[in-house]
């Protein structure tokens, strides 16, 4: 079965993003929403991966190598000031994105499945990542301007 893969996949990538999310925080403390908001997002990243190991467990999770190569390639570590503030928010919501893609790829496989535990994982976290996305957005927003026009 190739949930497995995909189960493997999005746990991976929540743990990754986790990691980012953590690592934005650290880098932009003057940002006090920054700090607090992504230290939170990390937390939610965490318990999302713990929501899914009984899943992984279940269909015999695999280990596939695409979030980590997503991440290496995508998150190289923050950046500083305004424009490295917008970056890092940027890497972030790509790598959100690449969460939610998978939310909604397992979601159809659990229906599939006839798995009501797993949808019902997959639509509580469907909803957290699209909230994640939408912050990432309107604090890109918000950022730009400063960042883009006006000068350090």
Not at 14 to 28: G, K, P, S, T, Y
Not at 55 to 78: C, I, K, M, Q
Request: proline content about 3%.
């Amino acid at each position: 079965m190739h949930l497995a893969h995909y189960l493997g996949l999005l746990h991976r990538a929540q743990l990754n993003l986790a990691e980012a999310f953590r690592q934005v925080a650290d880098a932009h403390q003057a940002e006090p929403d920054i700090h607090h908001l992504c230290s939170r997002q990390a937390e939610l990243c965490d318990e999302q991966a713990r929501r899914l190991r009984p899943f992984a467990e279940r269909y015999a999770e695999e280990a596939p190598e695409e979030p980590d190569r997503l991440h290496s390639e995508l998150f190289r570590g923050t950046r500083t000031g305004g424009i490295g503030l917008l970056r890092d928010l940027q890497d972030l919501y790509l790598m959100a994105t690449e969460c939610d893609i998978c939310w909604t790829v397992i979601g159809q496989a659990a229906y599939g499945a006839r798995d009501r535990e797993l949808s019902d994982v997959v639509s509580a976290s469907e909803g957290e990542t699209a909230v994640q996305l939408a912050w990432l957005r309107t604090r890109m927003k918000q950022a730009a301007p400063q960042a883009l026009v006006v000068a350090d």
